[in-house]
C-alpha cells in the first residue's frame, strides 16, 4: 500500500506550517487554506499552529510591528472563516520567527507558538551566524523558548556538530522537517536529519506544508517507523508537540538506530 494511504495515527500535532492565507509563500487564499486543512487531517493532524514568515526586526519599530503583524491578523481572521469547515481541528496561531537580528524582542504574543513561551525561529539565507548559542541563551534569558525549525537544512550541517550542541546547551529545541526524510529537499538534509536524530537531538517533526499539493505527513512518518524510529514517531509528531501546546517542555527523544541499509527501498516507496 502507498505511503499516502496508509491509516495514519490520527494524533499528529503539527507547528510548523503556512496554511493562513495571503501572508506568505503558503495559501495564497481562503480555497487553498480549506484544501490545506483538509489534507493536514486526512494525515492523520489532530491540531496544529499556523506559522506565517515574520521578521524579528519588525518589533524595532511599532508602525512596522503594527503594518505587518496587521496582514497577519487579516490572514488569521480569513483563517477563522474556514475553521467551521473543520469542528474537530484544533487550530492555533503562532509565527516562524526570522531571526535577522541577534537581540530580538519577542514579547508580543503573536511571535510565539500559541501565545505560549515557545518561539519557532530560523536564520536568514539558510546560513548559521557566528555566536548563534548567544542568540539562543538572550532568547531564554528573555523567558522565550527557542525552537529551531528545520536544522538539517543548513548548510555544513553534516558536520555541524559543534553549533547544535551550543543550541542544545543554551536551553534551544530543535524542530526537523519530515519531507527531509524523504528526500524532498535532497540528499545532504536528508543525511544531515538522520545524523540529527541518532544524535537524539530532534525533540519535533514537522510538514512545513506550503498549502501545494499533499503535506506529506503519511510518508515522512511512515519512513521514520522503516528506518526503526517507531519510539521516535510519538514523541516527534504526538507526544512532544502535544507539550508544547500545554507550554510544557518536550521529553527526552532516544537516539534513532537507524537502518541505512533499507535506504534505496524506503525511497520507491515513499517518493
Do not use: C
Amino acid at each position: 500500500m502507498s505511503a499516502e494511504t496508509e491509516e495514519s495515527s490520527g494524533q499528529i500535532v503539527d507547528f510548523h506550517n503556512h496554511v493562513i492565507p495571503g501572508v506568505d509563500d503558503g495559501a495564497r487564499d481562503a480555497n487553498d487554506a480549506r484544501e490545506a486543512l483538509a489534507a493536514m487531517q486526512a494525515d492523520g493532524v489532530r491540531a496544529l499552529v499556523a506559522t506565517p514568515h515574520v521578521d524579528a526586526s519588525i518589533a524595532l519599530r511599532e508602525d512596522r510591528l503594527n503594518e505587518r503583524m496587521g496582514e497577519v491578523d487579516a490572514g488569521w481572521t480569513g483563517l477563522e472563516g474556514v475553521l467551521q469547515d473543520f469542528p474537530d481541528l484544533d487550530v492555533r496561531r503562532g509565527a516562524e520567527v526570522k531571526l535577522d537580528l541577534p537581540d530580538p524582542d519577542l514579547t508580543d504574543p503573536r511571535f510565539r507558538l500559541g501565545a505560549s513561551s515557545f518561539v519557532l525561529v530560523e536564520f536568514p539565507y539558510f546560513t548559521v551566524p557566528p555566536r548563534s548559542g548567544r542568540v539562543m541563551a538572550h532568547l531564554r534569558s528573555r523567558g522565550w523558548t527557542p525552537i529551531v525549525a528545520h536544522p538539517e537544512r543548513y548548510g555544513g550541517m553534516l558536520s555541524g556538530v559543534d553549533v547544535i550542541e551550543e543550541w542544545r546547551a543554551a536551553g534551544a529545541y530543535l524542530q526537523v522537517n519530515g519531507p527531509s526524510l524523504t528526500g524532498r529537499y535532497g540528499e545532504e538534509p536528508r543525511q544531515a536529519a538522520i545524523r540529527i536524530l541518532e544524535r537524539g537531538w530532534v525533540d519535533y517533526l514537522s510538514s512545513d506544508y506550503h498549502a501545494r499539493g499533499r503535506p506529506g505527513i503519511v510518508g515522512y512518518r511512515e519512513t521514520l517507523l522503516a528506518l526503526g524510529g517507531e519510539e521516535q514517531v510519538t514523541l516527534l509528531m504526538e507526544t512532544n508537540p502535544g507539550r508544547m501546546l500545554m507550554n510544557e517542555a518536550p521529553l527526552p527523544v532516544p537516539p534513532l538506530s537507524a537502518k541505512r541499509g533499507l535506504w534505496d527501498r524506503i525511497s520507491d516507496a515513499f517518493r
